[in-house]
């Protein structure tokens, strides 16, 4: 079995400092920035993250103006970026950092795993890019190049924990260790191709040239279709009539139009086809005639709101315009 000398933590080191990826959140050891940096970056890429992360700070300056603000702005600020909840629970975060924290971003660890939404990996990011501590990161893509360095593809995440704590041990840095071991597996040790050939401790790992053949474990994520009627009230004056979601479930506390589930399969081609994680929306969609529900109101400029991607696309490819 590889293990991390001395010497393979310089190699990493060495390549991080040459060949990492110059990113905002890199340049600051301000907790608050990290943090949202962090969350942000949970299952969506960095492209898509960037300009989200710029603006936020715009809209969100502090703990304390996010505290403050209304969660339909944090939702807004947060549009695009998917899984929802993450917003719901820096909001939350931030409300308890206020109340139990002065406002200042809690420096001990078990301080870090007790705000919502922050997680053991997450709090170990936090803690060592901004206090220097030695609390590992353990990603999707620590892991995926821990068990390749091993040749364990079915480690369990007790097992990769422990490994990832010698790792960040050996390292005289450990926010360089997290941010090599995160670099790695995003640019080079990818789930898709393992590049062994230009990776910097190829010598020191047991997979090299052969991870393929010990990269197991990927689980199959089912995907269930589901099917929705979307209703569209418009009105040239008024605009269109939304209502928000409930606060749990697909798109929970979004606005979307009035939605009816269907149970079976419409024979008609959906306007829209949106995939999620778990789930694949079949959107069809009608001009409705009725008035609305009462549960709603008439938007005249959905800017204002957080909608669900799925339903920009929607508008989009159905040619509804809604701002004044
Ligand atoms: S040598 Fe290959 S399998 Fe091993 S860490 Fe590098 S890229 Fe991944």
């Known amino acids: 079995m590889a293990v991390l000398s001395s010497a393979r933590c310089s190699a990493l080191s060495n390549w991080y400092a040459d060949a990492a990826r ?15 940096s962090e969350i942000m970056l949970q299952q969506t890429q960095v492209k898509t ?19 403050a603000a209304h969660l339909d702005d944090v939702l807004k600020a947060w549009e695009g970026l998917g ?12 409300a308890c950092i206020e109340s139990k924290h002065g406002g200042v971003f809690p420096q001990q660890f078990d301080a870090m795993l007790a705000l919502p939404g922050i997680g053991r990996s997450t709090a170990g990011a936090i803690s060592s890019f901004c ?14 190049v821990l068990k390749r360095w091993y040749a364990m ?26 941010q090599a071991m995160m670099e790695l597996g995003a640019t080079v040790c990818t789930a898709k191709k393992a590049a062994c050939a230009s990776c910097p401790v190829a010598e ?19 995907i269930r279709d589901v099917h929705w009627q979307v209703h569209l009230h418009l009105d040239m004056q008024k605009g269109i009539w939304l209502n928000q979601r409930p606060d749990s479930g697909i798109w929970a506390g ?26 694949r929306l079949h959107l069809y969609c009608d001009v409705a ?11 005249a400029d959905i800017s204002k709101l957080a909608l669900p991607t799925g339903i920009h696309r929607l508008f989009a490819k159905t040619g509804v315009r809604i701002k004044t």
């Open 22 to 36: 110059t990113l905002p959140w890199r340049d600051t050891s301000d907790p608050y920035r990290i943090w949202i």
């Open 49 to 67: 993250v960037l300009p989200r992360y710029r603006t936020w700070f715009e809209r969100f300056p502090t703990i304390a103006s996010l505290a």
């Open 83 to 94: 899984y929802y909840r993450r917003a719901r629970f820096i909001h939350q975060a931030a």
């Open 131 to 144: 206090f220097a501590t030695n609390t590992p990161v353990l990603d999707g893509n620590v892991k995926r």
């Open 153 to 178: 593809p079915e480690a369990t995440d007790k097992t990769l924990w422990r490994q990832a704590q010698q790792n960040i041990e050996a390292f005289d840095n450990p926010a360089t260790c997290n």
């Open 204 to 222: 020191h790992c047991t997979s090299a040239f052969q991870a393929e053949s010990t990269t197991k474990n990927s689980k199959t994520v089912r």
């Open 254 to 279: 979004l606005w979307t139009p009035p939605i009816t589930e269907l149970n079976e399969t419409p024979d008609k081609t959906p306007c829209h086809i949106h995939v999620l994680s778990h789930r």
């Open 289 to 299: 005639h009725n008035p609305p529900s009462a549960n709603g109101q008439w938007v």
